[in-house]
């Protein structure tokens, strides 16, 4: 039997983080803290790169673009969706999630997913920093993580 972990450590790897700027007052703390984990957990700075969209809806594509590279272990999104009083958010939740994963099946890259799908902005604020956390910083984690693990199993293939 073989068992596989990754650990969050980002030393010698290379990130992208994509925000969104839609509801900047909360994709931006998401972004940092995306950013503050990477570093953390030995990240050089000049080795992540931040790329900021207007909203949600463009986050797949530009995922899509930077997986396309190969320059980077990981990526690691991050956005706002708050509910309004129409069925926008549901399509936008929908399609941006699902072209987040088929970003990453396409393109075989972890991608960390800090995309908020809130009912309120207090809601939003709780999750940038609040008092449920980071969910930047959680994405990032996860993204460092994966990338460890994928070297890993990309290891023992090899071995
Ligand atoms: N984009 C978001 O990131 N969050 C939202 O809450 C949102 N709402 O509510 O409309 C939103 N809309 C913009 C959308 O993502 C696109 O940027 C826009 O439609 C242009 O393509």
Not at 25 to 40: E, K, P
Not at 123 to 138: F, I, L, S, T
Request: glycine share 12%; hydrophobic share 40%.
């Amino acid at each position: 039997m073989a068992e596989f972990n990754g650990v969050p450590n980002g030393e010698g790897r290379r990130y992208a983080v994509v925000a969104s700027r839609f509801n900047n007052n909360i994709t931006s703390a998401l972004a940092d803290g995306a950013m503050d984990a990477l570093v953390r957990h030995g990240c050089a700075s000049e080795d992540i790169d931040v790329v900021w969209v207007p909203g949600a809806w463009e986050l797949p594509f530009a995922a899509r673009r930077l997986a396309a590279t190969e320059r980077y272990n990981a990526l690691v999104v991050v956005g706002a969706v708050i509910r309004g009083g129409t069925p926008h958010f549901d399509y936008i939740c929908t399609e941006t999630s699902r072209g987040l994963s088929l970003a990453s099946s396409d393109y075989d890259i972890p991608i960390g997913f800090g995309l908020l799908t809130c009912d309120t902005m207090e809601q939003a604020e709780e999750r940038a920093g609040g008092e449920h956390g980071n969910k930047g910083w959680d994405a990032a984690i996860a993204a460092l993580e994966m990338s460890d693990l994928f070297e890993r199993l990309d290891g023992a293939d090899e071995g």
